[in-house]
């Protein structure tokens, strides 16, 4: 079945680590996103991509970036990461006027 | 931005009974409303949506309202079950972004 893979499922992590969470697609989808989840606070997103040159930041994007190296691949980074960071990641694929397929998800732990 | 808010935080249900959760939104552009269940320990998933020209849609036990001159759209789940329980998430979007609510975590009590 077609659907949204990401890599690693866990990861501990120290902080000032440089990490990278991936995600792929066998969707056919054009657009990618990346939230992060904490207790109380829902999904916010971090980067967006409707496209394989198009990046445009979300309203929590500091201490992030993204790579979207192909259509079906879509890449968070976390440069220096620190404790506040520690959260569930989740990749999203739609076209657009559809709804999400999230990904698996990503558990990371900083400390 | 859209500002999407989300009510109860939490809810408890005996089963049998419904279930609603309310969300309002604040960008009179949003025009699709999904909702999404996340279970413990996986990932969210669609289980019902609504765009701006619908007033109401059902599918099984589960209905969406949305009033558009309120701004204001409900998740409504009949005959609960306690496979049921699960957080749930409302979301507002004008065709890009998808902002969300803060979740509902609902207990369906056997």
């Known amino acids: 079945d077609a659907d949204v893979t990401q890599t690693p499922r866990n990861r501990i992590t120290k902080t000032g680590k440089r990490i990278m969470l991936e995600c792929s697609q066998t969707k056919g989808h054009d657009r990618m996103y990346w939230y992060r989840q904490d207790p109380g606070l829902g999904l916010r997103l971090i980067y967006y991509s409707f496209d394989v040159k198009d990046i445009n930041k979300g309203e929590i994007s500091d201490g992030y970036s993204v790579s979207r190296q192909a259509q079906a691949k879509f890449s968070l980074s976390l440069e220096s990461a620190i404790p506040n960071q520690t959260a569930l990641y989740f990749c999203?694929?739609?076209?657009?006027?559809?709804?999400?397929?999230f990904g698996s998800g990503t558990r990371l732990t900083v400390v | 931005g859209e500002n999407v808010e989300q009510h109860p935080s939490t809810l408890s249900v005996q089963e049998g009974d419904s279930a609603v959760i309310k969300c309002t939104y604040s960008?009179?552009?949003?025009?699709?409303f999904p909702w999404y269940k996340q279970e413990l320990g996986k990932r969210p998933q669609l289980i019902i949506d609504?765009?701006?020209?619908?007033g109401e849609k059902k599918d099984q036990r589960i209905a969406v309202t949305l009033n558009k001159t309120a701004k204001h759209f409900s998740l409504h789940i009949t005959e609960t079950q306690p496979e049921d329980s699960a957080v749930y998430f409302c979301?507002?979007?004008?065709?890009?972004?998808?902002?969300f609510g803060t979740g509902t975590s609902l207990t369906v009590i056997p």
């Open positions: 609504i765009r701006s020209n619908v």
């Open positions: 999203a694929t739609n076209r657009a006027g559809e709804g999400y397929t």
């Open positions: 960008d009179s552009a949003s025009n699709y």
């Open positions: 979301a507002a979007s004008t065709g890009n972004q998808f902002y």
